[in-house]
């Protein structure tokens, strides 16, 4: 189990860009899959990225592909996500979770730990 800790959320325009964080504040999560979620109210949690161990894959949700970046610094202990081009249907809660074993994934039952979420809101 895996301690997580997003930042980053807050208010913006759309259009505006915004970068989350997603910060592991209790162990090294170096060895691990990462990924990003989403859930609005009423929605199912929705995926919106994932990275390999090492940063040199990367997944995306076809609601976010080519507007967003997933990025990580093992060194720091933290993964994050660039969005840019932000939509109204972009607001949510946005979640970070790891996965100990296996590859990138879509599934929300295969991640072992998740944070508490950041609040996103696009206003237009």
């Known amino acids: 189990q895996v301690q997580l800790v997003e930042s980053g959320g807050g208010l913006v325009q759309a259009g505006d860009s915004l970068r989350l964080s997603c910060a592991a504040s209790v162990r090294t999560f170096s060895s691990y899959t990462m990924g990003w979620f989403r859930q609005a109210p009423g929605k199912e949690r929705e995926f919106v990225a994932g990275i390999n161990r090492r940063g040199g894959i990367t997944y995306f949700g076809d609601s976010v592909k080519g507007r967003s970046t997933i990025s990580r610094d093992n060194a720091k202990n933290t993964v994050y996500l660039q969005m840019s081009s932000l939509k109204p249907e972009d607001a949510a809660v946005y979640y970070c979770?790891?996965?100990?074993?296996?590859?990138?994934?879509?599934?929300?039952?295969?991640?072992?730990?998740w944070g508490q979420g950041t609040q996103v809101t696009v206003s237009s």
């Open positions: 979770a790891e996965r100990e074993n296996g590859g990138i994934t879509t599934t929300v039952d295969e991640y072992d730990s």
